[in-house]
Structures are given as C-alpha cells and as structure tokens.
C-alpha cells in the first residue's frame, strides 16, 4: 500500500553525538520528502526536504539523505543538542498536494 | 506574520456529543489541510481546501465528521456524534502554493472523547 513509515518509534541518543533516524517509504511515484520535528504540545515543523532528483541535501545540523532504489529516506542531526528531543516524521508526496506521513520516531537525549 | 491558529487547544467531551474544531490559516494562504493524529500513530490526512473548495476529501474516516471553509478563510471541523475513537489530536496546515513550500501547522487541538 501507499504508507512511509519508521523502522524504530523510539532512540536514545547521548548528547553531542549524531542521530541518524531511517525512513522507508513504499510509493515509488513518490518525488518530494519532508522531514517534520514535533516537540510536545505543538504542531509539525518543517526541518528539511529533498526531491526525488536529488540524493542528499543540507542544512544547519542536519542532511537528509535518499536512496530512491531501496525506497529510503534518512535524516541526520549533528551534534545532538538537548532541544533536539522531540518526535521526528518523516512524509512524502506524489504530486497531488497532500503528504502522507509515517509513525514517527521519539528522539531522546542522554545528558 | 501569525502562525496557523487552532481553537480550542484541548477538548473533553463525552460519547455522542459535538464538537467543533476551528483553524485560522496564515493570511493569503489558499491550501488548508486537516490532519489528525490518533493514538500516538501516524499523523493522517484528513482533508484538503483550496480556498472554499474541497480539494481532497478521501481521508475523512465517515459522515460524522463535516468539514466546512466559508469564505476562503478560517475553517472548522465538526465531529457529530463523536465517539471514542475520535479521541486523538487534530492538526490544520495551510501553504501558499502547493507543496514545495512545506506547510505550517498548527499547535493542534487534542481531542478526547469520554
């Protein structure tokens, strides 16, 4: 079926390490991804996206990495900061104006 | 420039009651987007309004659930008669021009029905 979703709904990560959390994604007409951060008691906030044409992209302590032939998508952060703790989605679209998301990934720092 | 606005933030009402959810987009944006998550599961889509249309409908899980956007502005989601498993937290998006952009969500309205 048509579905993204997260291989663990939950990581603990030490602070100041990277955090790689995996998405796969099943839709192959999928082109644009978007990965959200929800902290609690607010709504998704867009971090970073990549289209289908490109296989990584950065930003500020994060890159987003695709690999269209295994239908895989993954989000790194860098240094882990203690704000960084939050449920991160992953969400993709195929053109018809809505994104589909997945079950999210809790992120936990360690101190 | 003010953010996605939901109101009420939080909900309790009991089985077979009605409840009306309200989401204020950013100003000038004609893409708004209900979505609502469950359970702690994935966040689904509910539906989609370009301006005071229904764009996309097909995630509304019944008819108890209407929802209206009168005037290309402001929109609310009505559950009537909720039931148990309505209980979850509603998101509304808006985005300017389709979805190279991102949306920006509301803080949601977490719903629980008694």
């Known amino acids: 079926g048509e579905s993204v979703g997260l291989h663990l709904p939950t990581l603990s990560v030490q602070e100041g390490d990277n955090s790689i959390i995996n998405c796969a994604y099943s839709n192959s007409a999928s082109d644009y991804f978007i990965w959200y951060k929800q902290e609690s008691g607010k709504g998704p906030q867009f971090i970073i996206d990549?289209?289908?044409?490109?296989d990584k992209r950065q930003g500020q302590r994060v890159t987003v990495l695709l690999n269209k032939t295994v239908k895989h998508l993954s989000l790194q952060i860098a240094a882990t900061q203690p704000g960084d703790s939050a449920v991160y989605f992953c969400a993709e679209n195929a053109g018809d104006d809505k994104i589909i998301f997945g079950k999210g990934t809790r992120l936990h720092i360690l101190p | 420039e003010a953010g996605v606005t939901q109101f009420p933030s939080h909900s309790v009402i009991e089985k077979g009651q009605t409840v009306t959810l309200r989401c204020d987009p950013i100003?000038?944006?004609?893409?708004l987007y209900w979505y609502r998550r469950v359970m702690g599961k994935e966040i689904k889509f509910l539906l989609h309004?370009?301006?005071?249309?229904?764009?996309?409908e097909s995630g509304m899980p019944n008819n108890r659930f209407l929802a209206e956007r009168t005037g290309g502005t402001y929109s609310t989601l009505k559950v009537q008669p909720a039931e148990l498993e309505d209980s979850g937290v509603y998101f509304c998006?808006?985005?300017?021009?389709?979805?190279?952009?991102?949306?920006?969500f509301g803080s949601g309205t977490r719903l629980t029905v008694v």
């Open positions: 998006a808006s985005s300017q021009a389709g979805r190279d952009y991102g949306y920006t």
């Open positions: 990549i289209r289908s044409n490109m």
């Open positions: 100003s000038g944006h004609d893409n």
């Open positions: 309004f370009v301006k005071e249309s229904k764009q996309d």
